[in-house]
Nanobody
Framework: VQLQASGGGMVQEGGSLTLSCAAS????????VAWYRQAPGKQREFVAAIRWSFGSPSYSDSVRGRFTISRDNAKNTVYLQMNRLRPEDTAVYYC????????????????????WGQGTQVTVSS
């Protein structure tokens, strides 16, 4: 299964964007899907994650309340709705997935994810 991220672009501070992560096959083989981001000169960081079947999503403190992760089983797609964007949200955003069953406390661990899509650039201007 391959992952394809899309939806990035340029937006002004306070604006919104929706990213999509589409799988080439069924996402049921990938129990947990996450979004990460990497800003220039910084390490890649966790943004949000969601299980395919049940359970609450997980968010980093920096995006909680502004971003929403969701899934569409029929379309094998996971979305990241980003509202009230800030210049510090500027980064390349990656979707990632794991074939393993992981628990909630592992959602933010980059080492748990073994499939990665290409990045999509998000730029927020002030």
């Amino acid at each position: 299964v391959q992952l394809q991220a899309s939806g990035g672009g340029m937006v002004q501070e306070g604006g919104s964007l929706t990213l999509s992560c589409a799988a080439s096959g069924s996402m049921h083989s990938l129990p947990t899907v996450a979004w990460y981001r990497q800003a220039p000169g910084k390490q890649r960081e966790f943004v949000a994650a969601i299980r395919w079947s049940f359970g609450s999503p997980s968010y980093s403190d920096s995006v909680r309340g502004r971003f929403t992760i969701s899934r569409d089983n029929a379309k094998n797609t996971v979305y990241l709705q980003m509202n009230r964007l800030r210049p510090e949200d500027t980064a390349v955003y990656y979707c990632a997935a794991t074939q393993r069953q992981i628990i909630y406390s592992q959602y933010s661990s980059e080492a748990e994810y073994d499939k990665w899509g290409q990045g999509t650039q998000v730029t927020v201007s002030s």
